[in-house]
Each structure stands twice: as structure tokens, then as C-alpha cells.
């Protein structure tokens, strides 16, 4: 449901060369066997009522939530008075099991789409050249309790440090400028990551109870976006101020860790107040010195080789998004 000027950048480029996808016009008439393929922060979504009661069948790339937003509740409404007519593709670890809506979870979907602007960025070429000023790095755009709770916590540590918080009139020196469009959260200064030793990585969630919409994933605690996989690939070591698990969870994608630097123990930590006050701790703590050890260098390169491994980010995205799409188009 896109005009051409609109579509995802990946869509087309992923889909069989020769299989039929065209864009969207206003002024045709569609057979009741085309599938309308939207996208969460696209347009048209006024249309779906209608052509739901046509018959198609849409699919909906919520993508980069793991809830379907209380804004977009009424489409999941939709989708379940219409059984079988529906796919929401979402990121998560696992889907859950809602008849007559077929839900996809993407557990991989910022990995899979980040690839390219990290590219564009030139993070696949970055050599670390250490030269460090400041006691950590840390990026954080939005305004929630949490994060304040962070910050305040970090105290003293926060002159220290090289870190935003945008929404709060905190910005990164020499950071993506506004004749550019003003700061993108994709962008990394290679400077920054030379004059600090690790990432402070502050995620979406760290509040295990904070939701934005309807969850449609099972484990929805877990959720890994871009701010997780910017070290990775950059070969920065990072501590994740997150959600309960959320490590274990990146870990679990094959990525590495870093328990010879601090002790990792806070990601089992239930409550996130305690396990705010904990990474604090483990930040404060931290001996640069810790650094300078072969298996850190090694975990560091393997992070970002396998990040930026095409041929294995091509096989995620067919088996975890392509495939899925197409079984539910095919299956007329």
C-alpha cells in the first residue's frame, strides 16, 4: 500500500525478482486476490475497512514494536473480525497464538534493517584508535521516568561522561548537523567511540512493567533495537541499562558479552530501580586497565564481523520476514 516514492527501502530489493509487487494507485480497481502490504508509520491506513470488507487479506509491518500501539488497536480489532484476512509482522522473540490473526515475530528486525545505515555510516570500516577522555558513552533521545532515574543516579559520573539526552537539551558535540536534517539515532562520530572505553546502552524499556500498546509477543520483556546493536557494531564492550534478561536475550543471538570486564549478574536483577543502582555501581567501579586483554579484542571483532555478516543477515531476513509474508500471500 505504498506509493513508489514511499516504500520501504528493503521491501522490493528482497522479494523474488520475479514475484508480482506493484505500487499502489489511487485511481485502480484491484482484484479481490491482490494482498495490500502496509506499514506502521505509512499512510493510507484509512483504507483497510474497506478493503477488508472486499476480501483481501493485508499484511501489517508493525516491525519495530513488540506492542501493537494503543493507536493502532483498532487495525488488530479489524483483523480479528475478519479471520484469516490479517498478518501483523512485529518485532519480538516469539509470537503469540491469536486465532484468526496470523502474527510474525521478527526477532532479529533491527539487526536485519540496521545493517544498511550502519554501512552508510561506515561502522563495517571503523578501526578502534583509543584515546580516552571520558568515562563511558551513552545516547538517549526520549523522555521517561526511567531514564531520569538513570541519569540522577550517574550523579558526578555524568560530566564525566560523553552522553545525550536530547529531549532534555543535551546533545553529542560534532553529532549529525541540522542542515542534515538535525540528530539521527543511526548516526555514530567515530571520535566518540575513540575517547570512551564502553557503552552505556540505555534501551527502549527498563521499567519491566512500562508498556506502549497491546503486547502480541510472548517474552515481551525482551526487545533489542538499535541501541543494543550499535556497539556490536562498532567494537565497543557495553553494559545494557534495560529490561530484565534483555543481555541474555542479545546473547542469545550469538553476540558476546563481557563478564571478564564487570560482573553481568545485574541483568537477573527483577527489580529496575535495584538494577539501575547496580549498573551504576559497575560503571563507577570499572578500571580502564581491564581493557587491554586479548579475549576482550577478540569478542569485540567477532561482535562486529557477525553483525555485519550479509550472507547471514540475507538468510534472516527471507527465513524470519520473506518467507512468512509469502506463505500468507501464496496461501490463497
Known amino acids: 500500500m505504498f506509493q513508489q516514492h514511499e516504500a520501504p527501502h528493503w521491501f522490493r530489493p528482497a522479494m523474488p525478482a520475479d514475484y508480482p509487487v506493484e505500487f499502489w494507485q489511487s485511481d485502480r480497481v484491484y482484484e479481490s486476490d491482490v494482498v495490500f502490504y ?71 528486525w533491527y539487526w536485519i534493517l540496521d545493517q544498511q545505515p550502519f554501512r552508510y555510516f561506515r561502522l563495517h ?18 523522555t521517561r521516568p526511567e531514564r531520569d532515574y538513570l541519569c540522577d543516579q550517574l550523579g558526578d559520573l555524568l560530566p564525566q561522561s560523553l552522553y545525550s539526552y536530547r529531549h532534555r537539551g543535551v546533545f553529542l558535540p560534532n553529532d549529525w548537523t541540522e542542515e542534515m536534517g538535525g ?23 527498563i521499567d519491566d512493567s512500562a508498556t506502549s500498546g497491546f503486547s502480541l509477543t510472548t517474552n515481551d520483556r525482551h ?34 558479552s563481557f563478564p571478564e570486564l564487570w560482573d553481568e549478574s545485574y541483568d537477573d536483577i527483577a527489580d529496575w530501580q535495584e538494577r539501575i543502582r547496580r549498573i551504576v555501581e559497575i560503571v563507577r567501579d570499572f578500571d580502564l586497565r581491564s581493557l587491554d586483554n586479548p579475549r576482550t579484542k577478540e569478542k569485540l571483532q567477532h561482535n562486529s564481523a557477525r553483525f555485519f555478516d550479509q550472507d547471514l543477515v540475507q538468510r534472516l531476513l527471507n527465513s524470519t520476514i520473506i518467507e512468512p509474508v509469502l506463505e500468507f500471500v501464496n496461501d490463497a
Open 183 to 205: 540528530p539521527y539515532q543511526r548516526y555514530v562520530n567515530p571520535a566518540w567511540l575513540d575517547a570512551t572505553p564502553f557503552t552505556l546502552v540505555v534501551e527502549t524499556y
Open 125 to 142: 570500516k571503523y578501526q578502534p584508535r583509543p584515546a580516552v577522555t571520558h568515562r563511558f558513552l551513552m545516547t538517549i533521545e526520549k
Open 38 to 108: 502496509y506499514d506502521m508509520y505509512g499512510p493510507y491506513h484509512e483504507n483497510i475497512p474497506q478493503q477488508l470488507a472486499q476480501g483481501h487479506r493485508i499484511v501489517f509491518d508493525a516491525k519495530n514494536e513488540h506492542y501493537m500501539h494503543y493507536t493502532l488497536h483498532w487495525i488488530f480489532l479489524l483483523f480479528l473480525q475478519c479471520p484469516g484476512q490479517g498478518l501483523i509482522l512485529i518485532s519480538g522473540e516469539s509470537a503469540k497464538r491469536i486465532p484468526g490473526v496470523t502474527i510474525v515475530a521478527v526477532q532479529h
Open 223 to 256: 526487545f533489542l533495537c538499535e541501541k543494543s546493536y550499535k556497539p556490536l557494531a562498532y567494537q565497543h564492550p557495553f553494559i545494557m541499562a534495560s529490561t530484565q534478561g534483555n543481555l541474555a536475550y542479545l546473547r542469545s543471538q550469538g553476540f558476546e
